[in-house]
């Protein structure tokens, strides 16, 4: 079974019960196992932009780069690249890790999803590419798997 290692993962032991029959449905006593799970949590990543009350923003995908383009709470356009993006989507509806604000930009560490493309071979080396999220307040929620992302404001 492939695992995936590096900084910031995080694993939590929980103990989960499971029972048995045998022969003529008399139970077998429970054994306990361990059962190791990732927790995805949500790192803070300072921006030369903010995401508060931001338009709606557009898409363009050419080659591997995603370009986003939207206009900030003061009306100032600001253009986001991602390089080499491996996954993208874009959701109206609202899902929220534990301290992770409707308005800002996170690393998604411990992500399934990232390591969803790494067991399936489609990233060979997990450390370089990251899940990041940003937060277009109600608008919706931008996620994106990348070896990172540049802005131009």
């Given at each position: 079974m492939n695992t995936m290692t590096g900084a910031g993962y995080k694993r939590r032991i929980t103990r989960q019960k499971t029972a048995a029959t045998l022969g003529r449905g008399k139970p077998?006593?429970?054994?306990g196992r361990y059962v190791y799970e990732d927790m995805e949590e949500?790192?803070?990543i300072r921006t030369s932009f903010s995401l508060s009350d931001?338009?709606?923003p557009t898409f363009t995908k050419e080659g591997g780069v995603l370009t986003v383009r939207f206009e900030d709470w003061q009306e100032s356009a600001i253009e986001i690249y991602f390089g080499e993006v491996i996954a993208f989507k874009w959701q109206e509806c609202e899902q929220y890790l534990e301290n992770e604000?409707?308005?800002c930009c996170y690393q998604i560490l411990n992500s399934s999803w990232l390591k969803q493309h790494w067991e399936q071979g489609i990233i060979v080396d997990s450390e370089s590419y990251k899940h990041y999220r940003f937060n277009f307040n109600c608008n919706g929620q931008l996620e994106v798997i990348s070896n990172g992302f540049q802005t131009k404001t």
């Open positions: 077998r006593p429970c054994s949500v790192h803070l931001a338009e709606y604000k409707d308005d």
